[in-house]
């Protein structure tokens, strides 16, 4: 429905845009060692990228939760993505990283039955960092929740629309 392209920061391999190319514009931003991305690095990326009528642009930044909550890539929102076989107690432990984010996706629900992992305690600890989070628990195979984090993406970007129109 809408037309969106991607930057995949890694610190060696093209992986992520490989697996990203079939369904969207991508290129792959790799820091040959750097934990995080800068902006430079994602301006060289954007330049590469068509841009004509782009929606949304989505950066992957390099995959942990330490370095890169505390580099500004210039994005209207950040959002955290919490897996549930990455542990329940992630906020806790990483809290800068969902500090500086306005949502949380909490992805691979379909493995819940499999793993020790509380939807409920993660979104209670990231609350404790962070009161204002957002939450969108997802899986990507059963699309449940996919619905719901859509509409909320066109919302976001709909209203930053009409404060541009406003200005």
């Known amino acids: ?16 845009a490989q697996r990203l190319a079939p369904y969207v514009p991508v290129r792959q931003l790799t820091t040959g060692g750097a934990c995080h991305l800068e902006l430079p690095l994602v301006q060289r990326g954007w330049n590469e990228l068509i841009q004509d009528n782009v929606e949304f642009l989505f950066i992957e930044n390099i995959g942990n939760l330490v370095c890169p909550a505390s580099h500004d890539l210039g994005e209207h929102l950040r ?18 990283a969902f500090r500086t984010s306005q949502l949380t996706v909490i992805s691979k629900l379909d493995l ?3 793993v020790p992992f509380s939807v409920e305690r993660a979104v209670e600890d990231a609350r404790n960092v962070q009161p204002e989070m957002t939450f969108f628990p997802l899986c ?13 993406l066109m919302n976001k970007r709909d209203a930053l629309l009409q404060e541009r129109t406003e200005d």
Request: glycine share 10%.
């Open 112 to 114: 819940l039955p499999h």
């Open 1 to 16: 429905r809408v037309r969106m392209v991607a930057l995949t920061g890694d610190i060696a391999t093209d992986r992520d």
């Open 79 to 96: 959002a955290v993505v919490l897996s549930v076989t990455e542990g329940d107690d992630k906020p806790g432990k990483y809290p800068k």
């Open 140 to 152: 990507a195979i059963s699309g449940e929740g996919m619905d719901d984090w859509c509409d909320f």
